[in-house]
């Protein structure tokens, strides 16, 4: 698997933000933005950033990155991430670092993206971490060292960052930095493919295949060759499915059957530890809002005189107050992390009725923090929060039912509840929907549904509707096959997403390109570029 940059999102976290009079504009605007309200989350951001707010001024930068509610312009985010990367803000410096990166706003500059990722990486940023390990293993902005190369894929890969654990795999199965170690390599393998990582996957395939590492076992390749083919694409999804086919012909029926058995009841596991993989989407599930991935907040936010306020409004029974002591436990912002006591504040305001607090506990119970793992709760929790009007809450409930083992599949229950939150414009949920139509997940197949629930997410900017509209378009499967249309709406995928995703989009765009002539190629980049997103 090629090893690639990683940007790191800040606006998909918001539901964590406080709601404490100091930042007070920072909470609306997330709230906003989680409606799909660009307009109104740019209203309540901008003055904050103008004023040097640092965490206003890094999701600035994130709106004109993804454009959202106002043009795509990279010049702009770069200016708001400089702003916010001045004052200390490790993600506002990583970010920087991929704008340089991959030449976006700037002319492409290795060497300043080194500095940024470092500058980030010194505060403990995993995903900087995760970047610098690639510049220096691709020796890019620095001379080539894998020694370095793996130094900072450690860290990264100790705060759980599959594609450094996967690379650091690598880096041991070549010999690259470190002695060759096949049983070094089958572990970090391991951990990134219980996260859902496709490469990982196929790669401990090959070593089961082979015996290296592991004893010999077809039916351990067969497994994860079947895990990775279901979670790749083109010619990767190709090659682990060739590989299965062939490691197939050494077996008899029953170890097939006995490697499709462990296949299935692997498949289900992931869905305990990789929520992620399905949502940005259950809002991170695997990682959720209040793990080590999620936004780094500016901690002289929160002075100690502020936390013994809130300390004492919390104790006297104030809900908004328990809520944020609640996230501020789960952060570890002010406080040291403890999901336990965040659990018992955030109990404390649900059982007055505070929604965001319900939802809070749904995720904490789906992602066993503080609590045992247990989706039962979870979705009594996401209920009563669905109940108050939380679209996350909706969606995500949309998402047990359609996605999560410990909860019996019920497509028909994820589709009302992926409609409730659709109709409050939430994007995720639209996607979801037109998921549902295009396989025919409880309700007949129908690709003129999908494409139309694909088409009001992707007018928000969400990437995999935008994807799947290529798709669309690519296949003539409810609408007229139109190639200029396919190529555009995949582009538009690529700018906006990251990792596989960014990949799989940039292969659909290549592949269509391969069936246009050059001046059809133009007509869509000139669409590409005269698309903007819906007006709030």
Not at 352 to 361: E, V
Not at 371 to 390: D, H, L, S
Request: with cysteine; proline share 4%.
């Amino acid at each position: 698997m090629p090893l690639s940059l990683r940007f790191s999102i800040a606006l998909v976290l918001s539901i964590v933000c406080l709601a404490a009079p100091a930042l007070a504009g920072i909470d609306e605007g997330n709230e906003a933005y989680e409606r799909g309200d660009y307009a109104t989350a740019m209203r309540e951001w901008r003055p904050l950033a103008e004023q040097g707010n640092a965490l206003a001024q890094q999701l600035l930068g994130s709106l004109f990155y993804f454009g959202y509610g106002v043009p795509q312009d990279y010049v702009q985010a770069r200016q708001w991430y400089k702003q916010a990367a001045a004052q200390g803000i490790a993600q506002a410096q990583d970010n920087l670092g991929v704008l340089y990166a991959k030449g976006r706003g700037v002319p492409q500059d290795y060497v300043q993206a080194r500095q940024w990722f470092e500058q980030a990486a010194t505060q403990g940023y995993a995903r900087a971490q995760f970047n610098l390990g690639v510049l220096y293993a691709q020796g890019q902005g620095v001379p080539q060292n894998y020694t370095k190369a793996r130094q900072w894929y450690e860290q990264a890969a100790a705060q759980g960052i599959a594609q450094a654990q996967h690379n650091l795999g690598m880096l041991y199965a070549q010999g690259q930095g470190v002695p060759q170690d096949y049983v070094q390599a089958r572990q970090w393998f391991e951990q990134a493919a219980a996260q859902g990582h496709a490469g990982a996957q196929h790669n401990l395939g090959v070593l089961y295949a082979k015996g290296r590492g592991v004893p010999q076992d077809y039916a351990r390749a067969y497994m994860w060759y079947s895990l990775a083919a279901a979670r790749s694409m083109d010619d990767e999804e190709k090659l682990a499915t060739d590989n299965r086919d062939r490691i197939a012909g050494r077996m008899a029926p029953a170890q097939i059957a006995e490697a499709q058995r462990l296949a299935s009841r692997c498949e289900a596991q992931y869905f305990k530890n990789c929520q992620e993989a399905q949502l940005e989407e259950m809002q991170r599930q695997q990682g959720g809002p209040f793990s080590g991935h999620a936004p780094s907040s500016p901690s002289n936010n929160i002075s100690a005189a502020d936390l013994r306020t809130l300390h004492t409004k919390a104790v006297q029974g104030d809900a908004q107050a328990q809520f944020n002591f609640g996230v501020l436990s789960a952060q570890g912002r002010g406080v040291p992390q403890d999901y336990v006591q965040a659990r018992q504040w955030f109990e404390q305001a649900a059982t007055q009725g505070y929604a965001r607090a319900q939802f809070n506990l749904g995720v904490l119970y789906a992602q066993g923090q503080g609590v045992p793992q247990n989706y039962t709760k979870a979705r009594q929790w996401y209920e009563q929060a669905a109940a108050q009007g939380i679209a996350q809450a909706q969606h995500n409930l949309g998402m047990l039912f359609h996605f999560v083992d410990g909860v019996p599949q019920d497509y028909t229950q994820a589709r009302q509840w992926y409609e409730q939150a659709a109709a409050r414009d939430y994007a995720k949920a639209q996607h979801n929907l037109g998921v549902l139509y295009a396989n025919g997940q409880g309700v007949p197949q129908d690709y003129v549904q999908a494409r139309q629930w694909f088409e009001q997410a992707a007018a928000q900017g969400h990437a995999g509707a935008q994807n799947d509209l290529g798709a669309l378009y690519h296949n003539g499967d409810g609408v007229p096959q139109d190639f200029a249309r396919a190529y555009m709406w995949y582009s538009l995928a690529a700018v906006r997403s990251m990792g596989d995703e960014e990949k799989l989009a940039a292969v659909n765009r290549d592949k269509v390109a391969g069936r246009m002539t050059p001046p059809q190629i133009a007509e869509a980049q000139q669409l590409a570029r005269e698309w903007k997103p819906k007006a709030p």
